[in-house]
């Protein structure tokens, strides 16, 4: 059973910034993971960005990430997944860092210089180039 409801332009285009491109094409697929923390069910997803980090053994799942703004007085923090992702605090997860870092702080962000682990401190870009 579908209900209908209605949303005005400024919650909708919310919905559009947090639809996950090529992978959430309703608003009720965005509005399912926001809300119920699920997953497209059935559906295998492609590994994130950090799984060369995870296979080479510089990463592991369930490793915190950090990212600290001072001036702002603002710590944001999440968790590396088993297949490479990024999951925030409220359950969203990113294949990326650098969107998942812009879900944070709600600006720009380049996620594999800011993102730290929290076990070493060490950039996600450090990592990278290892």
């Known amino acids: 059973m579908t209900h209908k409801i209605e949303v005005d332009d400024e919650v909708y285009s919310a919905l559009q910034r947090a639809a996950r491109p090529f992978v959430e094409t309703t608003p009720n697929e965005v509005l399912r993971r ?6 497209h069910q059935g559906e295998s997803r492609a590994a ?3 799984m060369p980090l995870l296979e080479g053994g ?3 799942a369930g490793e915190r990430l950090i990212h600290h703004q ?3 007085n603002r710590t944001f ?7 490479g992702y990024i999951r925030l605090e409220n359950g969203s997860e990113f294949a ?16 594999w210089a800011q993102w730290k682990v929290e076990r070493t401190g060490q950039p996600l870009q450090d990592l990278r180039r290892a």
Do not use: H, I, W
């Open 58 to 60: 510089r990463l592991q």
């Open 34 to 39: 926001l809300l119920l923390g699920e997953s």
């Open 96 to 111: 990326k860092p650098s969107p998942a870092l812009r879900a944070c702080v709600g600006s720009e962000v380049n996620g």
């Open 70 to 72: 001072p001036r702002r």
């Open 77 to 83: 923090t999440a968790e590396v997944t088993e297949d």
């Open 48 to 50: 994130g960005d950090l």
